[in-house]
């Protein structure tokens, strides 16, 4: 039986196992199994690969956004609209074949925006070139799902599931959609067995549980702290360790076909922008919503004497210090470093004499003096 049809296994058996206290551990060993072989399917093979045409991109610019969604939905529109990279862009499925990308430009900072190929069903499996596509998508700081507003909700439901067929295929291979890292601490040791312990009433996950989980991946000697209410799914992320937490804009494209009660109630889901490419509307709100969820800061330099440079801007994380921006403009700068002056909203009064671990926000501006 191949990786696959285990897979498939698994998946229907846990589909006609009853929720309930008498089989929580039996479906927390299932899904400890179908995490381990998803794992195993997303391992590259050790056959040379052919050569075709090069699929990932350099990361280049401040960020990096991944466009994904099924095919025909206006990913090469949008990505033509926004950029000033064509994309070929036609009415029939599958007209874009690889990973094209473009850059936008906006307040000062080069975003790069990847229009990816469409995801049909079954591409975690590998079908479609899914397994490239999710790949790429795993090294976009934002996710933009590209979803067709004609089509209602069936590209969001599967079935009465309310999860995406996106969603359910990016989760599959790792990809966290809109969620934070669950927090628990997790050590595997040499030797004394595990040690549970957590500092909130679980409800969803017991020290028996974590025990069969850990057995199942062979670990037995290791140090588990729950520091919140877990469930054995997100138990299992910090066993594999290598899953991915990034934030997801839902965009329903071609808003203008479809009535005006049904706009504002998808604009009104959570993480969600309604817009359309052939008649460019609600763009420059997009980008504005695209801004917030990258969390970029914009810095501005000032030398001694003269007046700030808004020509070009420092781009960094939200949340960074000044010894950031030092590393930004020279490596040596931060040995070197005396204090900072700062104009800006981060600052009581300006100028304000700073330090290194001085945190910056948009739009300050910084003069920084030397030894």
């Known amino acids: 039986m191949g990786i696959l049809e285990k897979i ?99 307040k000062g900072a080069n975003i790069q925006l990847l229009d990816l190929p469409g995801i049909i069903e079954g591409a975690a499996q590998g079908k479609g070139r899914g397994r490239q596509v999710i790949a790429v998508a795993r090294t976009a700081d934002v996710v933009i799902m590209m979803l067709d507003a004609t089509k209602g909700e069936v590209q969001r439901l599967m079935g009465t599931l309310p999860r995406s067929l996106l969603e359910k295929e990016l989760e599959s291979v790792g990809i966290r959609l809109n969620k934070h890292k669950p927090n628990i601490y997790f050590k595997p040791k040499k030797g004394g067995g595990i040690s549970f312990n957590s500092t909130v009433t679980l409800t969803q996950c017991s020290e028996k549980l974590v025990q069969l989980i850990l057995h199942e991946y062979k670990i037995f000697n290791a140090e588990v702290l729950f520091r919140e209410d877990c469930s054995p799914d997100e138990f299992i992320d910090v066993i594999v360790g290598n899953r991915v937490y990034m934030p997801c804009l839902y965009v329903y494209n071609k808003i203008d076909q479809i009535s005006m009660e049904e706009v504002d109630r998808l604009a009104r889901k959570p993480n969600s922008v309604v817009i359309s490419c052939g008649m460019k509307l609600n763009l420059d709100y997009l980008l504005e919503m695209l801004w917030e969820y990258l969390a970029l800061t914009c810095i501005y330099t000032k030398k001694r004497g003269q007046r700030p440079d808004f020509t070009d801007a420092i781009i960094l994380r939200k949340g960074a210090s000044v010894e950031h921006v030092c590393h930004r403009i020279h490596r040596s700068l931060a040995s070197q470093f005396k204090y900072a002056l700062v104009w800006g909203t981060s600052t009581k009064y300006s100028p ?14 910084i003069q920084i003096v030397k030894k």
């Open 8 to 106: 498939s296994e698994i998946e229907k058996e846990i589909a006609r196992t009853q929720k309930n206290k008498a089989t929580e551990y039996h479906l927390g060993l299932l899904k400890a199994k179908l995490a381990k072989y998803r794992a195993q399917l997303l391992e590259p093979s050790k056959s040379a690969s052919s050569k075709g045409e090069g699929f990932d991109v350099m990361k280049s610019g401040d960020a990096r956004v991944a466009l994904i969604g099924f095919p025909s939905v206006g990913k090469s529109t949008f990505l033509s609209l926004m950029t000033s990279t064509a994309s070929e862009a036609a009415s029939y499925e599958f007209t874009t074949l690889t990973c094209i990308p473009g850059v936008i430009e906006y």
């Open 352 to 365: 304000q004499r700073v330090g290194l671990t001085h945190t910056m926000e948009h739009e300050d501006v």
